[in-house]
T-cell receptor, first 110, second 111 residues
Framework: GIQVEQSPPDLILQEGANSTLRCNFS?????LQWFHQNPWGQLINLFY???GTKQNGRLSATTVATERYSLLYISSSQTTDSGVYFC????????????FGRGTQLTVWP | NAGVTQTPKFRVLKTGQSMTLLCAQD?????MYWYRQDPGMGLRLIHY???????AKGEVPDGYNVSRLKKQNFLLGLESAAPSQTSVYFC??????????FGPGTRLTVL
């Protein structure tokens, strides 16, 4: 299967700080999605981003498919940003099947 | 719209017992998925379905069966539960291979 590696595994920030989360993948992909799992376990889709850059409020994401990585930027972090951020990729040969990384655990302190 | 719902939210089983987890979606999505999440891990795909009456194996299908008799429902069955199946189970749905929407999860403990 495809390998999906996320870094850093853990990140602790003060409220207001900026951060960058990275996702590397080992093979070409059809699409890439970023998810946030809040402290209550709910998974929310943040971005569907097979390539290029997208922005949604304080969050933005960039995927460089040719170099096999994606970045998630969080600006002016808030305590509600705490949780686990997952990157998941889909290969062209297995449409619909997402392969998840192990996630980045983000803790934002007030 | 309720989105994706899962029943039950919690369950405790004894080794060897069977159970069925129900997933329902009201978004008219063709694709549905069952994942499991273990501590410190990302989600791993168990089985999925690309349409009513179809199912396919994912990364970790052993010990599970699924059925998609109606477009809006996707059932996950454990015929003989084992402690290794203690996990949090998530259902998801999507329109084709677009954004996946997740249910709230089912926490299963097998003693």
């Amino acid at each position: 299967g495809i390998q999906v590696e996320q870094s850093p595994p853990d990140l602790i920030l003060q409220e207001g700080a900026n951060s960058t989360l990275r996702c590397n993948f080992s093979d070409s992909v059809n699409n890439l999605q970023w998810f946030h799992q809040n402290p209550w376990g709910q998974l929310i889709n943040l971005f569907y981003i097979p390539s290029g850059t997208k922005q949604n409020g304080r969050l933005s994401a960039t995927t460089v498919a040719t170099e096999r990585y994606s970045l998630l930027y969080i600006s002016s972090s808030q305590t509600t940003d705490s949780g686990v951020y997952f990157c998941a990729v889909e290969r062209g040969s297995t449409l619909g099947r997402l392969y998840f990384g192990r996630g980045t655990q983000l803790t934002v302190w007030p | 719209n309720a989105g994706v719902t899962q029943t039950p939210k919690f369950r405790v089983l004894k080794t060897g017992q069977s159970m069925t987890l129900l997933c329902a979606q009201d978004m008219n999505h063709e694709y549905m998925y069952w994942y499991r999440q273990d501590p410190g891990m990302g989600l791993r795909l168990i089985h999925y379905s690309v349409g009513e009456g179809t199912t396919a194996k994912g990364e970790v299908p052993d010990g599970y069966n699924v059925s998609r008799l109606k477009k809006q429902n996707f059932l996950l069955g454990l015929e003989s539960a084992a402690p290794s199946q203690t996990s949090v189970y998530f259902c998801a749905s999507s329109h084709s291979t677009d954004t996946q929407y997740f249910g709230p999860g089912t926490r299963l403990t097998v003693l």
